[in-house]
Nanobody
Framework: QVQLVESGGGLVQPGGSLRLSCTVS????????MGWFRQAPGKDRDFVAA????????YYADSAKGRFTISRDSAKKTVYLQMNSLKPEDTGAYYC?????????????????WGQGTQVTVSS
């Protein structure tokens, strides 16, 4: 069994920063591609960022590029999403996901494992 647990969400002012963390337990973390998604109330779950198994290649949604950074620490079995210059439209539940497919993808259906989510609210 693979389990993902997110943390680090909260309420932040526009222009502020948060760092989300996702800890992974179970089968090997090293060979998973990891992604972050967000879902606003009443909306579909949208891709935010992904990083490959080595941590050397990353991919971002246009809305995140230049402001967010995804990284991973295999020794700690943890994936991070550093979010800077936050905007109200960044508000939503953020989900960590893992894929055993072996390539980067922005499609939720291609991720095998999901965390429970952590809420991020950007408001003045």
């Amino acid at each position: 069994q693979v389990q993902l647990v997110e943390s680090g969400g909260g309420l932040v002012q526009p222009g502020g920063s948060l760092r989300l963390s996702c800890t992974v337990s179970g089968r090997t973390f090293r060979n998973f591609a990891m992604g972050w998604f967000r879902q606003a109330p009443g909306k579909d779950r949208d891709f935010v960022a992904a990083v490959d198994w080595s941590g050397g290649t990353s991919y971002y949604a246009d809305s995140a590029k230049g402001r967010f950074t995804i990284s991973r620490d295999s020794a700690k079995k943890t994936v991070y999403l550093q979010m800077n210059s936050l905007k109200p439209e960044d508000t939503g539940a953020y989900y960590c996901a893992a894929s055993s497919a072996g390539w980067l993808t922005n499609e939720p259906t291609e991720y095998n494992y999901w965390g429970q989510g952590t809420q991020v609210t950007v408001s003045s």
